[in-house]
Protein backbone atom coordinates (compact mmCIF):
# COMPACT_ATOMS: atom_id res chain seq x y z
CA UNK A 1 0.00 0.00 0.00
CA UNK A 2 2.84 2.38 1.21
CA UNK A 3 4.60 1.54 -2.28
CA UNK A 4 1.50 2.25 -4.33
CA UNK A 5 0.82 5.59 -2.65
CA UNK A 6 4.34 6.46 -3.22
CA UNK A 7 4.05 5.96 -7.24
CA UNK A 8 1.16 7.89 -7.35
CA UNK A 9 1.99 10.76 -5.52
CA UNK A 10 5.91 11.17 -6.97
CA UNK A 11 6.12 14.04 -8.30
CA UNK A 12 6.26 14.87 -12.12
CA UNK A 13 9.43 14.84 -13.93
CA UNK A 14 9.94 18.36 -16.19
CA UNK A 15 11.46 17.08 -18.86
CA UNK A 16 10.66 17.02 -22.74
CA UNK A 17 8.82 14.14 -23.66
CA UNK A 18 10.54 11.20 -25.39
CA UNK A 19 9.79 11.35 -29.29
CA UNK A 20 9.57 8.02 -30.23
CA UNK A 21 10.26 6.13 -33.61
CA UNK A 22 9.08 3.17 -34.31
CA UNK A 23 9.11 2.23 -37.99
CA UNK A 24 7.72 -0.50 -39.62
CA UNK A 25 10.52 -0.82 -42.29
CA UNK A 26 14.23 0.07 -41.94
CA UNK A 27 16.71 0.17 -44.65
CA UNK A 28 20.54 0.79 -44.08
CA UNK A 29 21.83 3.53 -44.65
CA UNK A 30 25.21 2.32 -45.13
CA UNK A 31 27.13 1.34 -48.54
CA UNK A 32 25.14 -1.23 -49.69
CA UNK A 33 27.46 -4.47 -50.98
CA UNK A 34 26.65 -6.21 -54.05
CA UNK A 35 26.85 -9.83 -55.66
CA UNK A 36 27.65 -11.58 -58.65
CA UNK A 37 23.85 -12.57 -59.78
CA UNK A 38 22.93 -15.98 -59.58
CA UNK A 39 21.60 -17.27 -62.88
CA UNK A 40 19.02 -20.38 -63.47
CA UNK A 41 19.79 -22.89 -66.07
CA UNK A 42 17.23 -21.32 -67.94
CA UNK A 43 18.92 -18.12 -67.97
CA UNK A 44 22.13 -19.70 -68.78
CA UNK A 45 20.67 -21.63 -71.89
CA UNK A 46 19.47 -18.12 -72.92
CA UNK A 47 22.05 -16.17 -72.55
CA UNK A 48 24.58 -19.38 -74.69
CA UNK A 49 21.69 -19.07 -77.29
CA UNK A 50 22.28 -15.08 -77.56
CA UNK A 51 25.85 -15.54 -77.74
CA UNK A 52 25.63 -18.01 -80.77
CA UNK A 53 23.58 -15.71 -82.45
CA UNK A 54 25.63 -12.69 -82.32
CA UNK A 55 28.95 -15.09 -82.57
CA UNK A 56 27.22 -16.93 -86.01
CA UNK A 57 26.69 -13.26 -87.83
CA UNK A 58 30.09 -11.98 -86.94
CA UNK A 59 31.92 -14.89 -88.76
CA UNK A 60 29.21 -14.64 -91.14
CA UNK A 61 30.34 -10.91 -91.86
CA UNK A 62 33.86 -11.90 -91.54
CA UNK A 63 33.31 -14.62 -93.98
CA UNK A 64 32.23 -12.48 -96.12
CA UNK A 65 35.06 -10.30 -96.26
CA UNK A 66 37.33 -12.91 -97.24
CA UNK A 67 35.22 -13.86 -100.60
CA UNK A 68 35.32 -10.36 -101.30
CA UNK A 69 39.26 -11.17 -101.70
CA UNK A 70 38.77 -12.89 -105.06
CA UNK A 71 37.91 -10.14 -106.85
CA UNK A 72 35.47 -9.62 -109.81
CA UNK A 73 31.70 -9.48 -108.71
CA UNK A 74 32.49 -10.94 -105.11
CA UNK A 75 33.72 -7.31 -104.12
CA UNK A 76 29.98 -6.81 -103.56
CA UNK A 77 30.34 -8.96 -101.08
CA UNK A 78 32.31 -6.56 -98.71
CA UNK A 79 29.06 -3.94 -98.81
CA UNK A 80 27.68 -6.88 -96.86
CA UNK A 81 30.76 -8.56 -94.67
CA UNK A 82 32.28 -4.93 -93.31
CA UNK A 83 29.34 -3.53 -91.64
CA UNK A 84 27.65 -6.81 -90.26
CA UNK A 85 31.44 -7.86 -88.89
CA UNK A 86 31.55 -4.90 -87.15
CA UNK A 87 28.59 -4.20 -85.42
CA UNK A 88 27.95 -7.97 -84.59
CA UNK A 89 31.61 -8.41 -83.30
CA UNK A 90 31.06 -5.11 -81.13
CA UNK A 91 27.75 -6.17 -80.33
CA UNK A 92 28.95 -9.68 -79.00
CA UNK A 93 31.76 -7.82 -76.98
CA UNK A 94 29.40 -5.42 -75.18
CA UNK A 95 27.15 -8.66 -74.34
CA UNK A 96 29.61 -10.21 -72.86
CA UNK A 97 31.03 -8.00 -70.97
CA UNK A 98 27.88 -6.22 -69.92
CA UNK A 99 26.49 -10.14 -68.45
CA UNK A 100 29.98 -10.81 -66.58
CA UNK A 101 29.97 -7.51 -65.08
CA UNK A 102 26.43 -8.36 -63.84
CA UNK A 103 25.65 -7.85 -60.46
CA UNK A 104 23.17 -7.35 -57.73
CA UNK A 105 23.04 -5.47 -54.75
CA UNK A 106 23.00 -7.00 -51.74
CA UNK A 107 20.36 -4.54 -49.29
CA UNK A 108 20.28 -5.19 -45.37
CA UNK A 109 17.00 -3.90 -44.25
CA UNK A 110 14.04 -4.90 -41.74
CA UNK A 111 10.29 -5.19 -41.70
CA UNK A 112 7.55 -5.85 -39.97
CA UNK A 113 9.76 -4.50 -36.45
CA UNK A 114 7.90 -5.36 -33.21
CA UNK A 115 9.55 -4.26 -30.07
CA UNK A 116 8.57 -5.89 -26.76
CA UNK A 117 9.92 -3.37 -23.92
CA UNK A 118 7.71 -5.50 -20.96
CA UNK A 119 6.28 -3.44 -18.11
CA UNK A 120 8.59 -0.77 -17.58
CA UNK A 121 12.03 -0.24 -16.42
CA UNK A 122 13.78 -0.69 -12.87
CA UNK A 123 16.97 0.40 -11.59
CA UNK A 124 19.01 -1.56 -10.80
CA UNK A 125 17.28 -4.80 -12.47
CA UNK A 126 17.80 -6.21 -15.98
CA UNK A 127 15.35 -5.39 -18.53
CA UNK A 128 15.20 -7.89 -21.15
CA UNK A 129 14.22 -6.83 -24.88
CA UNK A 130 13.42 -8.50 -27.91
CA UNK A 131 13.12 -7.00 -31.19
CA UNK A 132 11.19 -9.14 -33.63
CA UNK A 133 11.11 -8.79 -37.83
CA UNK A 134 11.18 -10.43 -40.70
CA UNK A 135 13.12 -9.90 -43.75
CA UNK A 136 11.37 -7.84 -46.73
CA UNK A 137 10.89 -9.00 -50.04
CA UNK A 138 13.63 -8.16 -52.63
CA UNK A 139 13.22 -5.63 -55.44
CA UNK A 140 13.89 -6.40 -59.09
CA UNK A 141 17.98 -6.45 -59.34
CA UNK A 142 18.78 -6.77 -55.31
CA UNK A 143 18.76 -10.09 -52.64
CA UNK A 144 17.58 -8.73 -49.57
CA UNK A 145 19.14 -9.73 -46.04
CA UNK A 146 18.77 -9.09 -41.84
CA UNK A 147 21.96 -7.39 -40.06
CA UNK A 148 23.66 -9.77 -38.27
CA UNK A 149 23.76 -7.47 -35.16
CA UNK A 150 22.48 -4.07 -33.60
CA UNK A 151 23.26 -2.45 -30.67
CA UNK A 152 20.72 -1.45 -28.42
CA UNK A 153 21.49 1.30 -25.89
CA UNK A 154 19.90 2.52 -22.74
CA UNK A 155 19.47 6.10 -22.82
CA UNK A 156 18.14 8.85 -19.82
CA UNK A 157 17.23 12.57 -19.88
CA UNK A 158 17.79 14.24 -16.97
CA UNK A 159 17.96 17.84 -18.14
CA UNK A 160 16.17 19.80 -21.30
CA UNK A 161 19.90 21.32 -22.01
CA UNK A 162 22.07 18.87 -21.94
CA UNK A 163 22.47 15.51 -24.47
CA UNK A 164 20.95 12.36 -23.62
CA UNK A 165 23.40 10.02 -21.72
CA UNK A 166 23.96 6.26 -22.54
CA UNK A 167 23.66 4.18 -19.43
CA UNK A 168 24.34 0.82 -20.83
CA UNK A 169 24.93 -0.38 -24.26
CA UNK A 170 25.10 -3.99 -25.74
CA UNK A 171 24.82 -6.06 -29.22
CA UNK A 172 21.98 -8.63 -29.99
CA UNK A 173 22.59 -11.07 -32.81
CA UNK A 174 19.93 -11.90 -35.28
CA UNK A 175 18.48 -15.79 -34.51
CA UNK A 176 15.76 -17.52 -36.30
CA UNK A 177 12.51 -17.85 -34.74
CA UNK A 178 9.14 -19.22 -35.54
CA UNK A 179 7.13 -18.17 -38.87
CA UNK A 180 9.99 -17.16 -40.28
CA UNK A 181 11.15 -14.30 -38.18
CA UNK A 182 14.04 -12.94 -37.08
CA UNK A 183 14.51 -12.34 -33.30
CA UNK A 184 17.10 -10.18 -31.64
CA UNK A 185 17.25 -10.69 -28.25
CA UNK A 186 19.25 -8.24 -25.54
CA UNK A 187 19.71 -7.26 -21.92
CA UNK A 188 20.04 -3.69 -20.56
CA UNK A 189 20.53 -2.93 -16.80
CA UNK A 190 20.40 0.58 -15.07
CA UNK A 191 22.70 1.35 -12.07
CA UNK A 192 21.00 1.94 -8.74
CA UNK A 193 23.23 5.08 -9.09
CA UNK A 194 22.14 6.35 -12.30
CA UNK A 195 19.14 8.42 -10.67
CA UNK A 196 14.89 7.52 -10.97
CA UNK A 197 14.73 11.76 -11.94
CA UNK A 198 14.93 11.07 -15.29
CA UNK A 199 13.18 9.60 -18.59
CA UNK A 200 14.50 6.64 -19.57
CA UNK A 201 14.38 5.17 -23.54
CA UNK A 202 16.15 2.78 -25.51
CA UNK A 203 17.45 2.93 -28.82
CA UNK A 204 18.46 0.92 -31.55
CA UNK A 205 20.90 1.38 -33.85
CA UNK A 206 23.19 -0.65 -36.67
CA UNK A 207 26.16 -2.34 -35.08
CA UNK A 208 29.07 -0.58 -36.92
CA UNK A 209 26.87 2.45 -37.18
CA UNK A 210 26.27 3.50 -34.16
CA UNK A 211 27.19 6.87 -34.25
CA UNK A 212 24.79 7.90 -36.55
CA UNK A 213 20.83 8.48 -35.44
CA UNK A 214 19.07 5.24 -34.12
CA UNK A 215 16.28 3.89 -36.31
CA UNK A 216 14.37 3.14 -33.38
CA UNK A 217 13.80 5.16 -30.66
CA UNK A 218 11.05 3.71 -27.35
CA UNK A 219 9.96 5.47 -24.37
CA UNK A 220 10.27 3.26 -20.89
CA UNK A 221 8.10 3.23 -18.00
CA UNK A 222 9.86 3.67 -14.71
CA UNK A 223 9.22 1.58 -12.12
CA UNK A 224 9.50 1.47 -8.49
CA UNK A 225 12.07 -0.51 -6.67
CA UNK A 226 11.03 -4.15 -5.43
Known amino acids: ?7 EHQPAIDLPPIDELLPDQWTSGAPQATERAPKSPADR ?11 FFAAFGFQAMTWALAGGWQWL ?15 TVVFVCTSLRERRRVRVALADIRL ?9 EPLELRLRATVPAARQGERTRAPERLTLRLMKRVDASLPDTCCDETAVHCEDAQAARLLYTGTLCARPGDGAAARWFVTVHETGAADTAPFLVAALRLLPAR
Open 1 to 7: MLRAFMQ
Open 45 to 55: LGWLIALAVLA
Open 77 to 91: WMLVGLPVFAMFSVL
Open 116 to 124: ERGEGLRIG
